[in-house]
């Protein structure tokens, strides 16, 4: 049976899994008397499930090579097509929207970003906020294990700080044997990712959430969608006990070495030393502590700066919502308005901004830069300062640190540059719908960086995505596969150079 999967297009098996996974809100739907939800998803389950296993027996046995490049070459192909099948039900459940935006939810939720353009969470029901956390929580473990299985062996997707080859450089048994591999990996980490779900569902019940809302929080957290079916978590039931566990969890996006099964062993030891979990750590208690600062500040000004209460309050609504942006989640303490209530400032947006921008860690499902390029080029801002001090130094910490302050942060440095230049692009495409520069701004890094809520809560004036022209809702959903897959991963498969190796 593995042997025959192994020879499947992976788009084919994608299609599969996506058909399977529609049969939990059927069944849902069932249970909470939801007939019509029911029934669409059902009928929608067997006929593509039927489609994809005739597409399947049609090219099993089609010559070809099973080359690395070719899975990657599946990727954007999934995140265009895929969410044409996973928006049929939901179009038809909804009845009254377009196709247009039930192919945008679902590329928001594939991609992880979890923006949506229905403003209400009433409006859609629980059977289809259901169905959106299973897309975003299915879209995690897909680049969970692609990250692992094919963006690693082409020194892609962050992977090309620390590697001494060539950028999309398919060679050795991992180019000969992508199936094999994908597979492998998915056997490892699915497990891990399904556990870390259930224990998150688990937990967030005991401490009182409704079992529902608890669900679809899981498989967003970790997943890094930040969908949830409530507008804030002002409306949670499980209080400042249910965001200290999402708290916790949310720094599985920070460092794979959190999860990563073949560091299990002494993981501990590792992740205290690792760069990313580090510089991590770094930014959310330096962030943290300057917006605390802040409102102190202007609570002092108008004589509440002795309220501990309020200010515990704010210090932990910063904690929280700054790690929750770093890792791309979005998700919003509750906290956060009582502390701009305490000092009488506003949030400043432009921070969470940079944070989404900045983003998690390599091989998770944080979107973002990525931790590991901005230690690159912080060692060799370092170092080349050190050399201006003394020019006849010599830089020590072994061959893999010199390769991180030279050609890892030359890397690094490369895709920043091309990171902006695709801000900056989406930008233009944006105003030329007739949106305004700070919007423009915003929604390119909420796309690019695949964090949705971030353009709601730093406007602070209602869901800007509501107000999209079709041609927007275009540029910003190309802009959600382009920040999910990468720039870089987009050049290496139109190189000359891909295509001969």
Known sequence: MAARLHSLPLFVVLMGIGALAMLGPAVYAFFADDLHSARVFLYSAVLFFLLSALIGIATINNPRRSVLRSHLLALPGAYLLLPVMLAVPFHEAVQNTRFLNAYF????????????????????????????AIVGWLGGLFIWVSAIAILEPLNLGGFEVTASGGIGAVGGSAGAYPAR???????????????????????????????????????STLATSGISPLADLSESTAGLAGEALLFVFFFFAISRLTFAPETQPDSLRRLSRDPEFRVGLL????????????????????GEHNNLAAALGALWGA???????????????????ASRAWSGLPAPGLILVGLAAIGGGVATTAGGVKLLRFYALYKHGAREIERLIHPSSVGGS?????????????????????????AALVMAALSLTGLGFDESVILTVSALSTTGPLAEIATESGNPYIGLGDAGKLILGAAMILG?????????????EFWRS
């Open 484 to 496: 999910r897959l990468e720039t870089l991963a987009i050049i290496a498969l139109i190189s000359p």
């Open 283 to 302: 930014c959310v208690l330096c962030v943290a502590g300057i917006l605390f600062l802040r409102h102190w500040a202007g609570a002092h000004a108008i």
């Open 398 to 422: 072994g061959s893999e640190a010199r390769h991180l302050r030279n050609q890892g942060a030359y890397r690094a440095w490369v895709f920043f540059m091309l990171f902006a230049l695709s």
């Open 105 to 132: 939810e679902m590329v928001s939720s594939l991609t992880t970003t979890g923006v949506t353009l229905f403003d209400d969470p009433g409006r859609i029901g629980n059977t289809l906020h259901l169905w959106r």
């Open 181 to 219: 591999r994908l597979g492998r990996h998915a056997m490892r980490l699915a497990p891990v990712y399904a556990g870390l779900t259930a224990a998150l569902w688990l937990f967030l019940t005991i401490v009182g959430e409704d079992p529902f809302v608890a669900l679809c929080h899981a498989m």
């Open 319 to 337: 904690l929280f919502t700054v790690l929750s942006f770093l890792s791309t989640s979005g998700f919003e303490s509750a906290s956060w308005d």
